[in-house]
């Protein structure tokens, strides 16, 4: 799905991933789940290009709903996949998340985002074992240029990545969009963050950023940018 020139979306709202595509190539944000492998071959096709066209995968953290074809790109099309070095123990699934950190769950959209999982392979995902490892600041040789931004508190090795000539900043779970346990709509915490505190600290290396499109791994693109997103997410904290 088109989200702007040079900015696409596979997968849903539910669990999203992303193609930066320029002349240079394509750079894939997140793997998403297993299933989206068909399609991401069927977002290729739709845009010309192939995937030899593909030149590099960055992950923005290492938990299962965001690695699920990585493994299979490395291993097929040689793609070199990227994790920050304090995930790559999570990324190659040595390091498990614990049952922590839900906050409040409704059932039906908790129903949703498990069966939405099951049916695009997240009950088996493969462990992503050859990464290279990234640190914050760094800039990419790869398609858009994507700057990493280590942004820890869901996970350790949390990172946010900025396209500046896309005007595009995807911060994985550094924040949401749509709650996958409550439904709550428009920028809040995200579940499942082992250090709440260390994640809101870690926003405000976020907040000078010209980013018009702010896209997280879960919920829709939003487009008021992302200090509209972070006053909109302190609402919500403080209440």
């Known amino acids: ?36 492998w068909r399609m991401l071959t069927a977002e290729l096709a739709a845009i010309g290009r192939s995937f030899a066209d593909i030149k590099a995968l960055v992950l923005t953290h290492g938990d299962t709903d965001h690695i699920g074809f990585a493994a299979r790109l490395h291993r097929e099309h040689g793609v070199p996949v990227y994790v920050h070095q304090d995930d790559m123990d999570r990324a190659s699934l040595e390091v498990r998340k614990p049952n922590s950190g839900w906050g409040p769950v409704k059932v039906v959209p908790l129903t949703k985002f498990l ?32 700057r990493i931004i280590h942004t820890p508190g869901h996970t350790p090795g949390s990172i946010t990545i900025h396209v500046p000539a896309l005007g595009a900043l995807f911060v994985g779970d ?66």
Request: no cysteine.
């Open 1 to 36: 799905m088109r989200i702007a020139p040079g900015l696409h979306r596979i997968g849903s709202d539910i669990v999203n991933s992303y193609l930066v595509v320029d002349d240079e190539g394509i750079t894939v944000i997140d793997a998403g789940l297993p299933g989206y």
């Open 174 to 239: 550094a924040l949401t969009t749509r709650n996958v346990l409550t439904g709550a709509e428009g920028p809040t915490p995200a579940p499942f963050t082992l250090n709440p505190t260390q994640a809101q600290q870690s926003l405000h290396r976020l907040a000078h950023l010209d980013a018009p499109y702010v896209l997280p791994g879960h919920g829709p693109t939003w487009t008021k940018g992302i200090p509209n997103a972070l006053t909109q997410l302190q609402t919500t904290t403080n209440h």
């Open 115 to 146: 069966w939405y999982s099951a049916r695009h392979g997240g009950l088996k995902i493969p462990p992503v074992t050859e990464v290279t490892p990234i640190t914050h600041d760094q800039v990419l040789d790869a398609p858009g240029s994507p």
